[in-house]
């Protein structure tokens, strides 16, 4: 589990937030918890306004696969929060199989990332404008999903298999994951 390098180096999507994940250095975090209001608060009360604009930051990034959405992804271990660059992160480190690393960045959205052009494919995972990152002549086994959280934030999440090879089996993970995730973000 290195730190992740840039996106201009060898793994895409491990580079591509200044992050890496499992074989190219899986790292996450996850603080903490979502607070919710009671049912039975008054139509007066006011909540408390969000520490963070993009609505991230009372999400915890390892809360985001539910048991279920492990096995579904092939996860049969918990994450591990992790910080990386200053970022909240969670680590899912599959032994002698893959990893993958979902990261809260609440300072750059899709349009702030560094990301070379001609590796990108732009989509959407659910209500969510996307990235799809992976440098396919490298065939490294890496690849992301850059999930855009309002204008300033994104959510990325980015697969590393073992052996660094069989990149579109990485970007099918990824695929799998970003589309877990994403009903759980603002």
Do not use: Y
Not at 107 to 136: E, F, I, M, Q, S
Request: glycine letters at 12%; charged letters at 20%; one cysteine or more.
């Amino acid at each position: 589990m290195g730190e992740r390098v840039n996106v201009r180096g060898r793994g895409v999507a491990c580079g591509l937030l200044l992050f890496s994940l499992a074989a190219c250095g899986q790292q996450t975090v996850a603080p903490g918890a979502v607070g919710h209001t009671s049912a039975q608060a008054t139509a007066s009360a006011v909540p408390p306004p969000s520490a963070s604009p993009t609505g991230l930051a009372g999400l915890d990034p390892c809360t985001l696969l539910s048991p279920q959405d492990r096995s579904a992804a092939g996860v049969n271990v918990l994450g591990k929060p992790k910080d990386i660059a200053g970022a909240r992160a969670c680590d899912w480190t599959v032994p002698g199989n893959f990893g993958v690393t979902v990261t809260f960045d609440e300072k750059h959205g899709l349009t702030d990332l560094d990301v070379a052009k001609k590796n990108v494919t732009k989509t959407t995972v659910g209500r969510h404008p996307a990235l799809k990152v992976a440098d396919k002549k490298a065939a490294d086994g890496t690849c992301a999903v850059l999930l855009g959280i309002g204008d300033g934030a994104s959510v990325q999440i980015d697969v590393s298999n073992t052996g660094f090879s069989d990149t579109p089996l990485a970007c099918r993970r990824a695929g799998t994951v970003a589309g877990l995730v994403e009903p759980e973000l603002p």
